[in-house]
């Protein structure tokens, strides 16, 4: 309890950065680690690799505190640290399982260079079943040393979400944590207090069942998102509103209200990977997950329907036509493109010989580097309009909330907006003189 706590994070990715960044601001002693040197270099002189608002200016303020320090040797810091965090990426592999070779590699690492007892979290979101191996593997390195230091393994599956990653870490609904002796459940609850003054809990449970959680609330995210696009879809063949039986269900307090928004599609790091990798563990356990192959199907059907829209409006003609993107991030406030649906469209569009106008407010790099310069890549909003024939909104940035509509009709060639995700009125819209679409309405 005299000593200051230190701690190691390796892996400066999305969630390893926001984690240590986020512990060094309640004063303990944090140690980024990463492999890629330009990466450490650039993150020493002040450079963040990604976007996330407040993240710049937290990491700032902790180097200059001196709590926050960023190397690429791992080995190095070992000697002076209570608890490792593994943060490092698990791409899916080509059959969708979790690829563990880099998580591995850290455990390996540790056990090769451990001087003293060390407790190992694992942070990355990894198949039930992974602390086992890591633990094995940490004790493989002791034994080829001859040493029997003491360790511990633990699991802390990370719940936040891009774009609000700081407030999310800060102020936490709950923390999971996956142990097996009372040494490490003493070290992670000195670890969490800081945070425990909000009001949430940390819940203990065994490792199994932690690793499990993950999975499980990402899995039900997404299923509850595929759901909604089934009704929305059979809303518009119906004669229903999508909107009005959403408030109508999310009223219910059992479903309750968030995260029942129907759209083109979920996109990002975890809910398809997650979902795609629950699928293979349990095919691996001999089970079938049919409600999650469901979940995908609809999902993959829904990145296709902006485009669907498109060709009905146009009656299959889509030769020459200009059609402006507004959004390509996968969702607002990144500039994360991973598995985005405008990566879909923007594929779909070009094998029609449409020439695309696209703006985003944050991943114009990001889509410059995917994709290249397939694309125009537009200044504004409004100069993306300009002589379009259609205009399709992606991702609901806020800027894109309230356009000025009658610029936006003079600049583009024809008035179409297509709203893939609910967020204009369209009678507003009908009255101007626009064709506009929407998903399930
Ligand atoms: C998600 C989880 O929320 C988080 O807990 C986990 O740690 C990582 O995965 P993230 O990928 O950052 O976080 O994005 P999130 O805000 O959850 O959105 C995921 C996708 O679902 C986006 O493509 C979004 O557009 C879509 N979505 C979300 C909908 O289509 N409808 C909704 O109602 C909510």
């Given at each position: 309890e005299l000593n200051k706590m230190n701690i190691a994070i390796v892996g400066t990715g999305y969630v390893g950065l926001v984690t240590g960044t986020c512990f060094a601001e309640t004063g303990v002693d944090v140690t980024c680690v990463d492999v890629n040197a330009d990466k450490i270099a650039n993150l020493q002189k002040g450079i963040i690799p990604i976007y996330e608002p407040g993240l710049e200016d937290m990491v700032l303020r902790n180097v200059k505190a001196g709590r926050l320090h960023f190397t690429t040797s791992l080995e190095s810091c070992l000697d002076n640290v209570d608890i490792v965090f593994s943060a490092v990426g698990t791409p899916p592999d080509e059959d969708g399982s979790a690829d563990l070779r880099y998580v591995l590699e850290v455990a390996r690492t540790i056990g090769a260079n451990m001087k003293k007892y060390t407790l190992v979290v694992t942070k990355s979101t990894v198949p039930v079943g992974t602390a086992r191996k890591v633990k094995a593997a940490i004790r493989e390195e002791l034994e080829k040393r001859g040493e029997s230091i003491d360790f511990d393994v633990a699991s802390n599956p990370e719940f936040l979400k891009e774009g609000n990653a700081i407030d999310d870490f800060m102020s936490p609904d709950r923390v999971v944590v996956g142990v097996e002796s009372e040494r490490a459940k003493k070290l992670m609850t000195k670890l969490y207090k800081p945070f425990m003054l909000v009001n949430f809990r940390v819940i203990f449970m065994d490792i199994p069942s932690a690793e499990m959680t993950k999975y499980a609330a990402n899995s039900m995210l997404a299923t509850r998102i595929s759901f909604m696009n089934d009704i929305a879809n059979l809303c518009e063949l119906v004669g229903a509103d999508v909107n009005m039986v959403r408030d109508g269900i999310g009223s219910d307090s059992r479903i309750g209200r968030k995260f029942l928004y129907p759209g083109c599609g979920y996109g990002g790091s975890c809910f398809p990977k997650d979902v795609k990798a629950l699928i293979k563990t349990a095919e691996q356990n001999g089970y079938s997950m049919q409600v999650l192959k469901a979940v995908e199907d609809v999902n993959e059907n829904q990145k296709g329907i902006l485009f669907e829209k498109l060709v009905k409006v146009f009656n299959g003609d889509l030769k020459g036509k200009t059609v402006a993107l507004w959004g390509?991030?996968?969702?607002?406030?990144?500039d994360d493109m991973r598995e985005a649906p405008a990566l879909v469209l923007i594929e779909k569009l070009k094998q029609s010989g449409c020439n695309v106008r696209a703006y985003d407010p944050a991943a114009m790099d990001e889509s410059r580097r995917r994709i290249g310069e397939s694309v125009y890549y537009a200044h504004d909003m409004y100069d993306a309009a300009l002589d379009a024939d259609a205009l399709i909104l992606v991702t609901e940035w806020?800027?894109?909330?309230?356009?000025t509509w009658g610029v936006i009709k003079k600049a583009m060639k024809q008035p179409v907006v297509l709203d893939g995700r609910n967020i204009y009125d369209g009678d507003e819209l009908q009255e101007m003189g626009f064709v506009y679409h929407c998903i399930g309405r």
């Open positions: 390509l991030a996968f969702k607002p406030g990144t806020k800027e894109f909330r309230l356009p």
